[in-house]
């Protein structure tokens, strides 16, 4: 009977500690992961002993006790055994009281605010991406770091999410690094995550896991668990303001960025006389390291030029959106639209985002 | 008038299409809830399918995300509120006033209202892919993307059409409370009814104290909408949460509402099958109660994820394994009632293991849920998808299904092909499991719900592809079940009062029973009142067949027809048939398609006035028109 | 287990139920309906109680005039006691006159309720300035409809009464409306307390 739990129950974990699992809760990188899928396995094995025992105990009952062809006996009348039933409505409740200590335990542990040298990320769920800002790490010019749809955070180091919405509920979820959380507009809400030392430089996905309409199946993230010191290296990297080109044809896709883009999407620049300024509005994901980005459209294309020239030409085309009914004025964005640029205006433009790295 | 209600009475049971929407007679409104509930599980069954054509490769193009979300919305709605809610009303209609020896329920035009309020709604709900698309929002509409869009109506049908269904089963309990509470046969104590009805009870107690808070809900949504008011308005310090709490509140033991009256039905069967009393009936009925009082009790452990604090989620958490011991005291109860019986192994009676079987799956992965730790990696996952159809596919339908087959004699007078039963059966749950099963392991690997497409390379390929075949099997075992239907009702065995040898009232009269249920009130001693009538106990405890004596041997000879039977059933005065419910019931929908068009201006106050008017007209003839018009 | 007793003592001679006990029975579950419907209305006002955003708050509710109104309506739970006594005794003629006198009460209750809204309007509270005047005029609006409904159900009372087509066994009788009235009148009772009186 336990050797068939024990391999039931191992069967399950192994099939999914394998690596082509990588948005699987039962394959934890941070400490709070674990904690979970502990918590999990726990109460995983004990459902699996109750599941054998009551399957067996219904099949043993119909099969000893079935009727046989020819036997017109009758059975004895029982009506009940109260001791029998108040022993079976007692053992289920001392084996949830079991349960019920360490679930209690980790859930108050997982909910405590994060304490010690914690990096704080302000997450801020949009349909249909995420925005990210590290409101600690500030460049010379006073602006923090924001980025989009890929975070990027430190090994063996607390990281914690302070997340709201900007429009309509969301859910962060990356299950090998915490449980989901929602994001509320009008509240705040917390994750604390601490990747295993031995995540660094692993890339694990997550998406959104709360119903945002047309975008949600959409709604990917990735989240680049870094080494301390390439962290380091990267976060540097990100204040750097962009630089705007003086020569070839990102000249023009500077023009166009700035007349069309810029109604939507900001960029940190550095003007050739060396003067630092931001442009734009934060409407959509900052664009200042666009180039540095595995991915775009909120991690569901690969970050190429003919897949940005395609996202330019038809966004819809690409991700369901509803740019049709974008309402600024009610803070209401529901995806880019297409501004039927022309294909040289396309090509100046990736050319230009395509060297913010 | 002896004279007049005679012809009255058999005359009441006419044929014909006006005779059926003119019909008071509980039975027929339980066989037109059972055959409307049918065709919306068709609908729905076919939306799964399509969903599943979706999702069986990665990036399916079947589907647009746009058509994806209408089509998962309408078949949540369609599943709970079409199909689950009405063929429990289907069983309860008919055989509540049969278990308890009454003649009718006690307000019959009030049930005649209610079904044609709760068809005419669904329907009406249907029409929104023809006007403005149909409902996306996901059928727990979460605020604010439910209140974001006004230009288009589809939330607005979700709002007017789950408040409708609401006003339908509202009325549908209020009176079977009214009708368990004050019409039981004479000496048919509480403690004597069958569990069917007690779970009617406990069900009715539910929906009438959850629905009027979902009602407010979905009006502050509407208003919201329409309206301008700020109920969910985040940024002006609305709470988007409130919507989920009172969605829950209801939602909780809404989830009770669709599981009960099965768990009812297999705990009438099993006792049958097995030829032995249910073990410890006292204990399934307050296990029952104690269900209901904790549904009540849980509603947040939906909402583990949204940010409630760490105290109130150990309470939900605490308070919903509490849950799991009444539970788990049914299912060990029914495990009883088998040990030691002569089990005839029946569809009906598979049908009823196969619900405790898989139940015990739903409930096991239900007790994950409360460990709040792991639910924030459940929820809103695949995991969550596989654990819900397991209570309400392998729980609630499996059991409906055993319902269907054990009281098709007592509708039809035709018993159902057992050798095509066992095939449905053993399709349906073997599809099943293929279908859900591997959901379970989709969710943990990171697969959330409400998702149209996803990547290939997740790992999720297999699993997905599995799960659709096996829905396909779900829909061949339904078509197995049609064929049954129709070959049956042709030429099945003719089933007698009572083909399997039951233990309560419904199978003292005649099957289909006479117009009046029974010609003379059953007077009742015993929980299981029939068998004991034909059955009494040896020395060592066995049952023994009694020779006919008791009073019971009357009523089983019953006549069906009514007209030549001797004496009693001439002074019975049974409801005439009105239409004045079913033109109430169009009026109260065509106000709430007014509603819905409220803000599209003149369309939308034309529909809201012609509603009124039908309404009025239905309402005033209504209350103007007498019960049993001979009587008067 | 009263009701046990009652069902084991039940003269089944006819159709045979009291159909008295049956509606009220339905009542009481219409009611338990009811409260619930209320009691989401009332906790929705509570958390919304402070969220006055720009606008007015609980501040411009006029308490002297709310409670003169308040015992108008408490008055009514009175004259609706007579009514029903009086057609319990068969005097239907008197009963006609408490239910007007009743139905006359509601309306100055009503009266008073537009009076109170139409101010209020004019002190810049609508169902659009803020999550509190949303709550505040959808649970006092649903009562004051409730109010309604229960002085059209007088009207029809003393119509049916006066034109001899009353009986008791008529399925709107004098004692259904008054479970009803009563209770429209204790959820003023707690509105009144809670939104008015209570100042948290």
């Known amino acids: 009977m336990r050797r068939i739990v024990s391999i039931v129950a191992l069967g399950l974990v192994l099939a999914s500690c394998s690596s082509n699992l990588p948005q699987s809760s039962l394959n934890p990188k941070s400490v709070e992961a674990q904690k979970i899928d502990g918590l999990w396995i726990l109460v995983f094995s004990i459902a699996t002993v109750i599941f054998f025992a009551v399957q067996i105990a219904l099949i043993v009952s119909i099969v000893r006790w079935r009727r046989r062809p020819g036997d017109d006996s009758e059975p004895k009348q029982t009506h009940g055994n109260t001791r029998l039933e108040i022993v079976w409505t007692i053992i289920p409740a001392v084996i949830l009281a079991v349960i019920a200590v360490p679930t209690l335990r980790t859930l108050f542990e997982l909910r405590a605010p994060a304490t010690g040298d914690v990096l704080r990320v302000k997450v801020t769920g949009h349909q249909w991406w995420w925005e990210f800002e590290y409101p ?39 299950p090998p690094l915490a449980g989901k959380r929602d994001l509320v507009p009008g509240l705040t809400t917390y994750i604390k995550i601490t990747p295993l030392e031995s995540a660094a430089g692993e890339v694990i996905p997550g998406q959104c896991a709360e119903y945002c309409w047309l975008g949600h199946a959409d709604m990917r993230v990735k989240v680049h668990v870094d080494a301390p010191d390439d962290f380091e290296t990267w976060a540097a990297g990100q204040l750097e303001p962009a630089p705007v080109p003086t020569t070839g044809a990102a000249v023009g896709g500077f023009e166009t960025f700035s007349g069309v883009c810029a109604t939507c999407h900001q960029a940190n620049v550095r003007q050739p006389d060396g003067t630092v300024e931001t442009i734009g509005t934060a409407i959509g994901p900052d664009l200042t390291h666009f180039a540095s980005r595995d991915t775009f459209g909120a991690g569901i294309l690969e970050n190429t030029a003919e897949h940005l020239a395609a996202w330019i030409d038809d966004p819809s085309a690409l991700k369901p959106m509803a740019p049709e009914l974008n309402d600024l004025d009610r803070g209401r964005v529901l995806g880019m639209p297409d501004y039927g640029l022309d294909p040289d205006q396309i090509a100046e433009l990736v050319e230009l985002l395509e060297s913010w790295k | 008038m002896a004279v007049a209600t005679r012809e009255q009475a058999p005359a009441a049971a006419d044929r014909g299409l006006w005779s059926w929407i003119t019909t008071v007679d509980h039975k027929r409104i339980g066989i037109m809830y059972a055959v409307a509930a049918f065709i919306f599980f068709l609908i729905g069954g076919f939306e799964a399918l399509l969903i599943r054509t979706q999702l069986a490769q990665p990036n399916g193009t079947v589907l647009s995300a746009e058509a994806y979300n209408q089509i998962f919305t309408m078949h949540g709605l369609t599943m709970v509120f079409a199909v689950i809610m009405p063929i429990a009303a289907a069983f309860q209609n008919y055989f509540v006033p049969l278990q308890i020896g009454a003649r009718d329920v006690a307000f019959p035009r009030i049930n005649a209202f209610a079904f044609w309020l709760f068809f005419f709604s669904a329907l009406f709900l249907y029409t929104s892919f023809l006007f403005g698309g149909a409902p996306d929002g996901a059928w727990v509409g979460y605020a604010p993307l439910s209140t974001q869009l006004t230009e288009y109506v589809r939330m607005d049908y979700y709002s007017v059409g789950a408040q409708l269904l609401g006003v339908a089963s509202l009325a549908g309990s209020i009176n079977f409370i009214a009708t368990i509470f004050t019409m039981r046969a004479p000496g048919m104590s509480l403690m004597r009814m069958p569990v069917f009805v007690w779970m009617t009870v406990v069900t009715s107690f539910l929906l009438i104290l959850s629905l009027p808070v979902i009602g407010v809900g979905l009006w502050q949504m509407l208003f919201d909408r329409n309206f301008g008011t700020l109920f969910y308005a985040a940024q002006a310090q609305g709470d988007p949460l409130l919507w989920q709490h009172l969605f829950w509140i209801f939602g909780h033991p809404e989830v009770y509402v669709l599981i009960l009256p099965a768990m009812g039905i297999v705990s009438e069967i099993l006792p049958v099958m097995s030829r032995k009393p249910l073990f410890g009936y006292a204990f399934v009925v307050f296990s029952g109660i104690a269900i209901g009082f904790l549904g009540f009790g849980v509603w947040a452990h939906h909402m583990f994820t949204a940010g409630l604090g760490p105290v109130a989620e150990a309470g939900f958490g605490l308070a919903t394994m509490l849950i799991a011991i009444p539970t788990g005291v049914k299912i060990f109860n029914w495990i009883g009632t088998t040990w030691g019986g002569r089990l005839k192994l029946t569809t009906p009676m598979l049908f009823s293991l196969g619900f405790i079987s898989m139940f015990v799956i739903g409930g096991l ?50 018993m159902l092909s057992e050798t095509i039963g066992k095939w449905h059966f053993w399709i349906t749950l073997i599809g099943f499991n293929l279908t859900f099963a591997p959901q379970h392991i989709l969710g943990l690997d990171g697969m959330p719900r409400r998702t149209y497409r996803y990547d290939a390379g997740l790992g999720w390929d297999g699993w997905n592809m599995m799960s659709t075949i096996g829905s396909y099997l779900i829909a061949v075992g339904v078509l197995v079940f049609i064929w049954n239907i129709i070959r049956s009702w042709r030429n099945g065995e003719p089933a007698g009062n009572d083909p399997w040898d039951g233990r309560t009232l419904e199978w003292t009269t005649s099957s289909p029973p006479p117009v009046h249920n029974f010609d003379e009130v059953p007077v009742v001693h015993h929980v299981d009142d029939f068998w004991y009538r034909k059955y009494g106990v040896d020395e060592e405890g066995r049952a023994v067949k009694m020779p006919e004596v008791s009073g019971g041997a009357l009523t089983v000879d019953t006549d069906s027809g009514g007209e030549d039977a001797d004496g009693d059933a001439h002074d019975i005065h049974m409801p005439s048939p009105s239409y004045f419910p079913i033109i109430a019931s169009l009026g109260v929908v065509t106000i709430g398609a007014g509603l819905v068009f409220i803000s599209s201006g003149a369309i939308g106050f034309a529909l809201l006035a012609l509603g009124a008017i039908v309404s009025l007209w239905g309402f005033m003839g209504w209350a103007g028109e007498p019960i049993t018009k001979e009587a008067h | 287990m009263v009701s046990e007793g009652a069902v084991v003592d039940h003269d089944f001679e006819d159709t045979g139920n009291p159909i008295h006990r049956v509606r009220k029975t339905a009542m009481w579950a219409f009611l338990g309906s009811e409260a619930f419907f209320f009691g989401a209305m009332i906790s929705t006002f509570l958390l919304y109680r402070n969220t006055i955003g720009d606008g007015p708050g609980a501040d411009i509710f006029n308490i002297p005039f709310t409670s003169a109104s308040s015992f108008v309506l408490l008055m009514s739970s009175l004259t609706m006691v007579l009514a029903d006594n009086s057609f319990q005794k068969g005097d239907q003629r008197q009963g006609r006159v408490w239910l007007i006198g009743t139905a006359l009460l509601g309306t100055t209750f009503l009266a008073g309720q537009i009076f109170e809204f139409t101010e209020f309007v004019h002190e810049g509270l609508t169902i659009s300035t803020s999550p509190f005047g949303s709550s505040f005029y959808m649970l006092t609006g649903f009562h004051g409809l409730h109010v309604a409904v229960g002085v059209l159900l007088l009207s029809m009372l003393v119509f049916f009464s006066l034109r001899g087509r009353y009986s008791p066994d008529s399925g709107m009788n004098v004692e259904l409306v008054a479970l009803y009235w009563h209770f429209v009148d204790i959820v003023w009772i707690v509105i009144f307390t809670v939104v008015y009186l209570l100042q948290i």
């Open chain 2, 365 to 414: 992965s239900g007790v994950t849920h409360s460990i709040v730790p792991a639910d924030t990696q459940q929820h809103d996952s695949y995991y969550i998808v596989a654990h819900f159809h397991y209570v309400l596919f392998g729980g609630a339908v499996l059991g409906y299904m055993a319902g269907a087959y054990y009281w098709f004699p007592k509708w039809t007078g035709k």
């Open chain 1, 136 to 174: 600690d790490i500030v460049g010379p010019d006073g602006r923090p770091l924001i980025t989009a749809n890929e975070l990027h955070i430190p090994a063996g180091r607390t990281t914690e999410l302070e997340m709201t919405s900007a429009d309509v509920i969301h859910s962060f979820w990356v």
